[in-house]
């Protein structure tokens, strides 16, 4: 067989090369003049479910929609984060995903190597990338070190090569206090708090749940964290809810990411046969197809009922139901907190009590109604569905919903001479 052997001048080097290349590639000049006021990473692990994904999603989309000059990427474990970027109008890193075992290990998720070796891929990928880009600010959500510490290196580089502001984002409830403090100190988690992060940001209100004081901060580091208030995804939708088709009121059960919660789901096609109420069901994208599709066909008799795998904006199904049945994870109750649904919450228990927590919580203020999945049946939530009135009103002291807002105005003082939209630019205390 004849081989054709490419032939270079002597005193090319690959570096020539690909410099030549990249010349051609990019024009006159390879550094562009853009009008960019700051660079933000938002990292999210997402090693189960979607829900730290969406919430650095939907941060990010309002940090764009003020700061319109900001240049934002988010880095997610989870690769509908591309889906959900679109919109948002940013750029998106996916990482290789895991799977979370029952026994709370993690295996490959799609790659079929190793679990080490996706952890060494994720973190160089991470860090390559922070090296490259430069942000001034990070923002990691809920897990200071990373997935198995796959941000560890990045933290140390940001802290010896650059300026960047470390910002750690924690949702309201993380698990009951014991566990969450007996596995910071098997972690050294306040330790790396201490090292890495000046600013600790808690997504909630303080007067649902103090996390400072159930999770015993030191004094140090209590100092650095600033309550937000819960998010108000409405500031996100607006846009999107005036272009959206008006339809007719229904009842919708989300199940989050659907990697678990099978049970509630196959309650609610019962419930809804029962009353025969307009429904929809949002499966999420990671149910089995095995499970999606024995839903399918425990509803397909169904006229009045509509399984959707997956859609990018859930929370629009959220706002357009009459009432909400669904698990109890920090997103979803932020949306049904947002719209003020009369809401049925049937939360996880395993592998933490997080979702029970929360549900309990804010059903002992009169936010919204809880049933322990122990007590789940297709009668009980069609008693609940049959009982409870669409626009019930909430006999309870208003929310704090301004999370979003202060996390901007907290940006604006970290970079007082970026320029900010106007229009959505209200400080508040």
């Known amino acids: 067989m004849n081989k054709t052997i490419m032939k270079t001048n002597p005193g090319t080097t690959p570096a020539r090369l690909a410099a030549k290349i ?38 990010a989309s309002h940090i764009k929609s003020q700061f319109p000059n900001a240049s934002i990427l988010a880095i997610a ?38 679990a080490g070796d996706v952890l060494e ?20 959500d809920k897990v200071p070190s990373g997935a198995g510490g796959e941000l560890l290196p990045t933290l140390q580089w940001l802290s010896l090569e650059s300026n960047c502001h470390c910002v750690l984002g924690l949702r309201d409830i993380l698990d009951e ?18 090292e890495f992060f000046p600013s600790v940001w808690i997504y909630g209100d303080s007067n649902i749940y103090d996390a400072v004081a159930e ?50 789901p196959t309650c609610f096609v019962e419930a809804i046969r029962a009353t025969g109420m307009p429904a929809k069901i949002l499966t999420g994208p990671y ?23 997956f859609v990018s904006e859930g929370d629009l199904l959220i706002r357009q139901a009459s009432h909400v049945v669904s698990m109890g994870g920090y997103n979803t109750l932020s949306a049904i907190l947002t719209y003020q649904k009369p809401a049925l919450i049937v939360p996880r228990v395993k592998p933490r009590k997080e979702q029970l927590i929360r549900a309990n919580r804010l059903a002992e203020l009169g936010y919204v109604d809880a049933l322990h999945p122990d ?36 940006i604006g003082l970290m970079f007082p001479q970026s320029k ?3 229009e959505v630019s209200q400080s508040h205390a």
Not at 26 to 39: A, I, Q
Not at 379 to 395: G, V, Y
Request: proline share 5%; aromatic share 6%; glycine share 6%.
């Open 177 to 194: 206090p014991q566990e969450v403090i007996c596995n910071w100190e098997a972690l050294d988690t306040f330790k790396i708090i201490q």
């Open 121 to 140: 891929l994720r973190g160089r990928s991470i860090l390559s990338a922070v090296q490259s880009y430069q942000p001034d600010l990070l923002i990691v």
């Open 215 to 264: 999770y015993s901060f030191p004094s140090s580091l209590s100092e650095r964290v600033a309550y937000t208030g819960y998010l108000d995804t409405s500031l996100r939708l607006a846009g999107i809810e005036k272009s959206s088709r008006k339809e007719p009121s229904f009842v919708l059960c989300t199940i989050g990411g659907g990697q678990d919660g099978e049970e509630l």
């Open 287 to 309: 149910m089995t197809e095995a499970a999606r599709a024995a839903l399918k066909r425990h509803a397909e008799d169904i006229p009045s009922l509509e399984v959707i795998d």
């Open 375 to 410: 007590d789940l049946s297709a009668s009980a939530i069609a008693d609940w569905l049959t009982r409870t009135p669409a626009s019930t009103p909430l006999n309870c002291q208003p929310l704090e919903m301004l999370g979003l807002r202060r996390i901007c105005d907290s």
């Open 77 to 114: 474990g989870a690769k509908e984060a591309c889906l959900f970027a679109q919109s948002a109008d940013i750029d998106c890193l996916t990482l290789p995903s895991f799977h979370k075992r029952p026994d709370g290990t993690y295996t490959s998720r799609n790659l079929g190597i190793p």
């Open 420 to 422: 900010r939209n106007p």
């Open 22 to 59: 990249r010349q051609q590639f990019l024009g006159k000049s390879d550094v562009e003049t853009l009008n960019t006021d700051f660079r933000v990473i938002l990292y999210s692990h997402d090693t189960m479910g979607i829900g730290h994904m969406r919430r650095n999603l939907l941060i």
